[in-house]
C-alpha cells in the first residue's frame, strides 16, 4: 500500500514536504509519481523518479519549485514544494510501477500499477 501525507493549508509562496510511504512491500525497485487533481481537473503527474533516485522528471509548470526525491531505506519517496501558488490546490497522491530499468520514470497517468490515498493541498492567497 500506498500512503500520501504531508499536505495542509498554506499561504501563497510556502512550502510543504508530501511524504510516501509504502508498507507491505518494497518500493525500492519502484519508479514511483506524483501526481494531483484539482476539483474539475483532470489528474496530471507532477513529478516523477526512478527506482535509482538517479532520474527524474518534472512537469514544467511545477519546475523548478518542486523536486522528487526518495529514501529507499525508508521506503518513502518525497516531494518538496516551494514558491506553492493557488493553482497548486489539488489532491495529491503517489503512484507506483515495479520497472526493471533504475533509470526509468513516466510521466503518463495510465503507466502506473499502484496508487496509494491522496493528500489534501491548499494553497490560500
Known amino acids: 500500500q500506498l500512503q500520501a501525507s504531508g499536505g495542509g493549508l498554506v499561504q501563497v509562496g510556502g512550502s510543504l514536504r508530501l511524504s510516501c510511504a509504502a508498507s507491505?512491500?518494497?518500493?525500492?525497485?519502484?519508479?514511483v509519481g506524483w501526481s494531483r487533481q484539482a476539483p474539475g481537473k483532470e489528474c496530471e503527474i507532477v513529478a516523477a523518479i526512478s527506482w535509482s533516485g538517479g532520474f527524474t522528471y518534472s512537469a514544467d509548470f511545477v519546475k523548478g519549485r518542486f523536486t522528487i526525491s526518495r529514501d529507499n531505506a525508508k521506503n518513502t519517496v518525497y516531494l518538496q514544494m516551494n514558491s506553492l501558488k493557488p493553482e497548486d490546490t489539488a489532491v495529491y497522491s503517489c503512484?507506483?510501477?515495479?520497472?526493471?530499468?533504475?533509470?526509468?520514470?513516466?510521466?503518463?497517468?495510465?503507466?502506473?500499477?499502484?496508487w496509494g490515498q491522496g493528500t489534501q493541498v491548499t494553497v490560500s492567497s
Open positions: 507491505g512491500r518494497t518500493i525500492s525497485r519502484y519508479a
Open positions: 503512484a507506483a510501477r515495479n520497472v526493471y530499468s533504475g533509470s526509468a520514470y513516466f510521466r503518463n497517468i495510465v503507466d502506473y500499477d499502484y
